[in-house]
């Protein structure tokens, strides 16, 4: 006979990562406005609604280094 799993059961064995937004020109414009104002990485990151890695590391791409 088969077990059937509950739908809650399999949502909490299925490890989930938050899925990753790519950075649309906007994001990049809004970036490059804070880091010119010398704002500090985590509060540029939570304007932007992104970790603060992801936020550092594309500041770096852009030529800009976030405190």
Not at 38 to 58: E, F, N, Q, Y
Request: no cysteine.
């Amino acid at each position: 006979m088969l077990q059937q799993r509950s739908s809650k059961q399999h949502i909490v064995d299925k490890k989930r990562r938050p899925a990753e937004r790519e950075w649309t020109a906007v994001d990049k414009f809004r970036l490059k406005g804070m880091a010119k104002q010398a704002l500090p990485a985590g509060k540029i990151a939570r304007t932007l609604r992104r970790p603060v890695d992801a936020t550092v590391t594309m500041a770096t791409k852009l030529g800009y280094r976030l405190m």
